[in-house]
C-alpha cells in the first residue's frame, strides 16, 4: 500500500462522489421544492444515456451527443412531469414513492421496445482515452478527470444558480414555504415545471457521462438511484449543499473502503472470514453510514431550515 | 349485528374470496387448471406477509420498505435447520418466529427513531443489508439459494400413540396455510380493534396527540412492529416449505415494493385488504405474462393508476358506502 | 363450460387408451429460458439456436412432431419455478429443458423431477446437482460450473504465469468460478476483488489496486452486460496490452459484435477456456454455424451451442425408444448413452449425467471476413471429470 495507490483511489472515490452529486441534486431538489419522492428519477438517467447513445452513433461526434441528448432529455422529463407526476404533488409520499416505482416498470420496459434488448454501447473517443500522468507518479484515466472537471462544473454552476439568481432565489424560497410564494405571484407549475426538468437533465447528464464507460442499458437506473437516496438522507433533503457534501463523502467511503477493507480486515481476522466479511462488508458501508448517521441527526446533516 | 348486514357486499365478497381459496385443490382439476392450485398457495403465503405489512403500514402509518427481510429470515431458519438435517417443524417454525421477532426488536429500536421519507429509506437500508448477509453465506447456497429438501415434519409421539402431520401431502400443506391465514387474519382483526390497536392508529394519525395523552409512541410502534416481524416471518418459513427453495431474491428490496403494493392494492387499513391485493397482483402477472412478454409496459401504468384513482384498493371500493373498516 | 371440457376431454380418455393412436400426438417439450429483461439476449439466442436445430431434423422426432413450449423465467428464480410449474402441470410437456441460471434450476428442479419427468439443463451446472443432489432424471448437456475455470488455471500454469490478481462479482456463480480457478492454478494469488452483483458496473478502485499489484496476469468472470463494460475500462485504465487478461464467460458472441461495433481493441488477443468455438472442427458444428450466422448475421454462443446440442440429445434418445416418450426408463437409458452428433464431435455422458469433455485454450480473433470471433487453440483438460461427480450416489 503506498501513497499513489492512496491518491489514486482517492481520485477514484472522487470521480464517483461528484457522479452521485449529479444525480442527488436533481432528486434533493424535487423532494425539496416540490415535496415529490421521485423514484423514477433513475429512469431519466437511463433515458439519457440512451438519447445520447443514439446521437452520438448517428453524428459521431461525442459533443454532439451530449449537445442533442440534453434537451432530449429535458424533453422526456417535462413531459413525464406534466402527464404522469402532477397529480402526485398533492399526494402523500407513500403514493408518490407506489406511482414513481410503476414508471420506474415502464421506462425499463420502453427502453427494451425502442433500444437493442441487450442496450448501446459506444466508443470512447480518442481525444478522451488514455490516462495522463498528473505528477507524483500518478497515473489517472483522462475521461474520468473529465468527469470530475464537469462535475465541479455543474456543480459551481448551480451554486451561481440557486445563490445569485433571481430564479434560484424563487427556488430556495419555495423549499421553505411554497405557500406563501405561490401567494406572492409565482407561478407554481411552471416553477415547478422547471425545477422537475433541471433535475432530470442533471440525471441524464450523469447518465450520458458514465455512457462510454458502462453501456447504456435497461435498468441501469435503479442500481445507482439508491445510493442517490442514501446521499440525499444523509446530506439533509432539499438541500444541495448537503447533497454534494454527502456526495462525495460517500463516493470516498465506498471506494476507499472497497479498496482497503480487506487489508484492514486481514489485520484483525483470520484470513477466511476476512475473505468472506470483505466483499459482505463493503457492500453495506453505504447503508451503515446512512443508518449512522440518521442515528445521530435523523434529520441529515445539512437539513434546510422550513419555514 | 344484525342477521341481513352479513348480506353487504364486503362480506359477501370477503366470503366468497375466502371459499374460492378454500375449495381451490377440488376446483381447478375440474375446470382443467390443476395449476391453479399452486398459484392459490403462493397467493396465500404472500397474503399472509402482506397481511402483517399492512399492520405497520396501514393501522401504524409505518412505511417499511425493507419488510420482505423478515420472509428470508424465516425462510433460511427453516432452509438452514434443514440443511443440517434438522426437519422437526416444531422446532423450526417457532424458531423463525422467534428469529424474526428478534432482529424486528433490533431494527425497529434504530428506525422508529425516524420518521417519514428517513424510516422509509433507513427500513430500506437494513433489508439491503439482510439481503447482502444473504448473498454473502456461500455455505447457504449464496444467491443461487438453498434447496430444501424436505417440508417441515410435524409429529408427536406419546407412548404408543402418535400423530403426525405430513407436509409432503400437497393437500395437507394447502389447508394447513389456509387455516393458518385465516387465524392470522383474526389475530389482526383482535389487535386492530384492541386498545392496543386505537393507540396504533390514533399514533399513525396524530402522535404528537398521543403522546400528550400520556402514550408512549416509540413502544407502541415498536411492539406493532416486532408483531408484525413475526407473522412474516412465518410467511417466510411457509414459503420455505411451499416452494422447497429459498434464495436471498426474496428479501430484495423490490419484493418489499411489492408487498406495499398488494396492501395498497387491497385497500390499506382494512384486515382483508391485503388478501384482495395478493390475489390480483398475483394473478394479473401470472395472466399478463401469459400474453405478453412486455407486460411490464402495461403493469407499470397499471400500478400508476390504481395508486391515482383506486387510493382506498379494492377493498376501498366495496366499503365506500359503510363505515366499515 | 365445464360440462363442455368434460365432454372434451372424454374423446382424450379413449386415444389414450390406444397407444398406437396416441403415438401420433407431437411431442411436447418445454424450454425454460430468459426472454425478457436485460438477459434476454442470452434466451434469444438458445431460443434461435432450438428452432434452428429443430428445423434441421424436420420438426420430427422418432417419426412424432415436436412442438416446443417456451416459458420465460424473467431472470428469477421464482417466476422461473411458475413457469415450470405451468409446463407441466398445464401444458402437460413430456420433457423440460433449457434453464440458464443457476438459481432457477435449483428453484425448479422439483417441480419437474417430482413429476416424474426428466429435466435437461441446457446452461446452468451447479455443484449439488452434479454431486450430492444428482437425479436420476436429471441430465446436463453443457458443463459443470467448476470445470471451465479448472482449465484457465491448467492454462495459466502453462503459460508461466506466477501472480494472479483476481476480479469476479460476489455471488454464487462468481465464487464458483474463483474457486475453480484456485483448484488448479498453482501460482500465487496477489489480490482478489469479489464485486457488489449485479449493482457494480464501474471497477474503478479495482483496476487502480490491479495495477498497484503488478501481477503476471488478471483473471476474471463478468457474464452478460458487465464483460464488455469490464473490458472497456480495463482497456481505459491502460491495462491492456500491460497485464494479460484472462476470462471465463465473459467474451461470447454475443457481445463480441458491440465490442468490436465500439473498436475495443484490447479484447483481441486475450485467452479464456470454454468446451467448444465456432471453429470446432466437425460436420455438425460446420452446419449449426453456417446456418445460424446466414439466419441471424453472427456467430453463435456457447449458450445457442448447447441449446441447438439439448434438441439432438432429445432427439436421439426418442428416436431410439422409437417416440414412446412416455417410456421414461428407455428415455433415461438412452440418454445416458448419449449417442447423437454434437457439435463437439464424439460425446460422452459422465456417471452423474454431466458431460465429460475436453476443455480448450479459446483466443479472440480475427476472421476472415474481418468479424471477430473466438477460435480454439489446444485441448488444456482432456475427458475431464467434474470433480463433484465422485459424491453422486447413482
Redesign the interface.
Known sequence: M?L??IA??TL??L??GILLFLLAAGLTLVFGIMDLVNLAHGSFYMMGAFLFATFYTLTGSFFLGIALGIPATLAVGVVTEVLALRPLYARNHLDQVLATFGLILFFNQLV?VIWP???M????PAYL???VRIGFGI?Y?V??IMIIGSGLAVAAGLYFLVQRTRLGMVIRAGASNRTMVGALGVDIKLLFTLVFGLGAVLAGFAGML?T????A????GE?ILILAFVVIVIGGIGSIRGAFIAAIITGLID?LG??FL?VLLLAVLPANAA?AA???L??MLIYILMVAVLFFRPQGLFPPKVR | MRRTEFLRPIFLYRAFVLATCAFMPVLAP??????WT??FL?IMIWAIAAVSLDLILGFGGMISFGHAMFIGLGGYTVGILAYYEIFNGFIQWPLAVLISGAVAAVIGAVCLRTRGIYFIMITLAFGQMIY?LG??A?EY?????L?I?ARSEFAISVGDASWALDLGDPMVFYYLVFIILVVVLGIVQRIVNSRFGMVIRGVKSNQGRMAALGFDPFRYKLVCFIIAGMICGLAGALMANG???I?P??MHWTKSGELIFMVVLGGMATVFGPVTGALVFLFLS?IL?NIT??W?LIFGPFLVLVVLFARRGIDGLFARNTKER | ??MK?FLG?LPAFALAALPTAAMAEPIKIGFVTT????A??IG?DQQNAVELALDHMGRKMGGRDVIIVYG?D?F????G??KT??LV??DNVDIVAGYIW??VL??S??TVLDAGKILISANAG?S?LAGK?CHKNFFNISWQNDQTPMALGEVLNRKGVKSLYIMAP????G?NMVAGVERTFKGEIVG????????Q??W???M??AK?AKPDAVFTFYPG?HG??FI??Y????LTGKIPLYTVYTIDS?GLP??Q????KGVLGTFMTQFWAPDMDNAQNHRFVADFKQRHGRYPSFYAAQAYDSMFFIKAAVDEVKGNIADTDGMRAALEKADFPSIRGAFTMGKNHFPVQNFYLREVVTDADGNWTTALREAVLTNHVDPYAKDCKM
Do not use: C
Open positions: 503506498n499513489v495507490l489514486e483511489q477514484n472515490g470521480q464517483f427494451q434488448l441487450d442496450g454501447s459506444v466508443p470512447m482515452d488514455g490516462a497515473e484515466p475521461y474520468r458514465m462510454p464507460i458502462l453501456s442499458t435497461s435498468g441501469m442500481q471506494t472497497r479498496s480487506d475473505e470483505g466483499p459482505a463493503s457492500s | 375440474l375446470v382443467g387448471e390443476p395449476y399452486d398459484i403462493r447482502f448473498v454473502s456461500e447456497g449464496s444467491d443461487d439459494g434447496i429438501e416452494e422447497k427453495y434464495s431474491d426474496m401470472e405474462s412478454q412486455n411490464h | 363450460m365445464i371440457r376431454l426472454l425478457t429483461t436485460g434476454a439476449v434469444k420465460d424473467e428469477n428464480p421464482q417466476k419455478k411458475q410449474e405451468k402441470k398445464r443457476s438459481h435449483l428453484a428442479k422439483a451447479p449439488p443432489s460476489n455471488y454464487a456463480a465464487k482478489k476483488d469479489m464485486t457488489k452483483w449485479p449493482t458496473i464501474d474503478a478502485a479495482e487502480t489496486k498497484a452486460k464488455p463494460a472497456k475500462q482497456q481505459q485504465a491502460g454475443i458491440r465490442m461495433k465500439a473498436g475495443l
